[in-house]
Each structure stands twice: as structure tokens, then as C-alpha cells.
């Protein structure tokens, strides 16, 4: 079976705050992808990340960082010193190999306050 | 250039009515795609075309219809519109089944916000 599951429903951190968004994922392929996509509230979907399954080193880009562990199957997404622009719903998805199907987690809700 | 561009953006109809939403991808992309998400934000795959064929097609009720004329258009066309087809549908396309060594990402439409009335 394939799923991606973001147990976090909404959050809510003040500004300037550390936050970690979880992403657990099951996939029986050996070979996949995954990715997290950022929603602001103008509604658009923009790519933010994509990872092989063959490559479990973290990533850091600016303010935000991404921990892979393939241990416990998860992609874990931080964003350091949060700012109110980062507010928006957050999707973790995977790709396996064996399709070109993207299975989608049901998002975090993240609100930074001022 | 707008990479994936959908019209309309915002579509509100009465029930019954028939309605169509329009996606072109100027990437060259070979796959496109179309998402359904509903209002509690839920992404759920509808279709799926690689070079004007259907490769997915979920469990979606036959009053939808995708049609792909070419491989850089894919157009939603929905009948008898009920209250539940409300959502936003979101175009997409990917370099999958391309040929070319790729890891399949996602470029998103805007969206196009239906609501039935």
C-alpha cells in the first residue's frame, strides 16, 4: 500500500519560532520520491523539496530543512525563525517508482502569529 | 509565461448545469494530470494523460470527462453538476513518461475554484 500520513492537523507558532512538520510515508517500492509542497492562502500549489529514496542526506535551504530517515520511513519538514509569510497549508507526497502517481498526505495547516 | 495555466479561475453554476475547465502546459511536459481538492483540503487524483492517452482514470463518477486534444491541453468536462463537485480542481504536468531522466515533480495550475449553487 502507498500513503502518506501528516498526523499534525493544524499548528499554530509565533513568529520567529522553530516548527517541525511530520510526514510518515509507506511505500513497499525500493525506489521512490518524495516531495513537500507549500499552499499559501492565495491557493496555489508551489514545490518546495524533492528527495530519492537513495539519498537520506538532510537538505537546508535558507530557513528551511529536511530530515529523511528511511529508518522510520519518515521526511520530516522544519522551518527555523518562522515568519508570517510561511502560513500555509503544507503536503507531503511520495511517488513510487512503479506509477506516476502522487499520493498525496492531507496537509498541515501551519498559522504563524505576529 | 505561465507554465500551467487553467481557465476559469472561478466558476459558480447552478446544479444540472454542464461546465468545462480549460488546462494548457507550455513546459513540454508528456503527463498531465487533474486533482480534485475539497474543502478540507484534500488532493485527490482524478486523471491522469501521457501524450493525449489516458494512464489514470480513479474512481471518479462518468459525469466527469477529461479530454486531451494534444499533449499540452488537457481540458475537465463536467455534467450534471451536483453541490458535492464543488472544489478546486487543479491542473498539473510532469516530465513522467517522457523519456527523459526525471523524478517526476509536480507543476500545479493555479486552480479553478467551482462552486454549484
Known amino acids: 500500500a502507498q500513503k502518506v500520513t501528516q498526523a499534525q492537523t493544524e499548528i499554530s507558532v509565533v513568529e520567529k519560532e522553530d516548527v517541525t512538520l511530520d510526514c510518515v510515508y509507506e511505500?513497499?517500492?525500493?525506489?521512490?520520491?518524495l516531495f513537500w509542497y507549500k499552499q499559501p492562502p492565495s491557493g496555489e500549489l508551489v514545490f518546495l523539496i524533492r528527495?530519492?529514496?537513495?539519498?537520506?542526506q538532510n537538505e537546508i535551504s535558507g530557513r528551511y530543512s529536511w530530515n529523511f530517515q528511511k529508518s522510520t520511513s519518515s521526511f520530516n519538514f522544519t522551518i527555523t525563525a518562522s515568519q508570517v509569510v510561511d502560513s500555509a497549508v503544507y503536503f507531503c507526497a511520495l511517488m513510487p517508482n512503479t506509477g506516476n502517481q502522487f499520493y498525496f498526505g492531507t496537509g498541515t495547516s501551519l498559522t504563524v502569529i505576529p | 509565461d505561465t507554465a500551467v495555466s487553467q481557465t476559469p479561475k472561478y466558476l459558480v453554476t447552478q446544479m444540472g448545469n454542464d461546465k468545462s475547465i480549460k488546462c494548457e502546459q507550455n513546459?513540454?511536459?508528456?503527463?498531465m494530470y487533474w486533482y480534485k481538492q475539497d474543502s478540507k483540503k484534500f488532493l485527490k487524483i482524478m486523471f491522469s494523460y501521457n501524450n493525449k492517452e489516458l494512464i489514470i482514470n480513479e474512481t471518479v463518477p462518468n459525469r466527469f470527462s477529461p479530454k486531451s486534444p494534444d499533449k499540452a491541453h488537457l481540458n475537465l468536462h463536467i455534467n450534471s453538476l451536483e453541490l458535492g463537485d464543488s472544489a478546486v480542481y487543479f491542473c498539473?504536468?510532469?516530465?513522467w513518461g517522457s523519456g527523459i531522466p526525471n523524478t517526476g515533480e509536480l507543476f500545479f495550475g493555479e486552480g479553478s475554484r467551482l462552486t454549484v449553487l
Open positions: 511505500t513497499r517500492d525500493t525506489t521512490y520520491y
Open positions: 513546459l513540454g511536459h508528456d503527463t
Open positions: 528527495r530519492n529514496s537513495f539519498d537520506e
Open positions: 498539473a504536468s510532469s516530465l
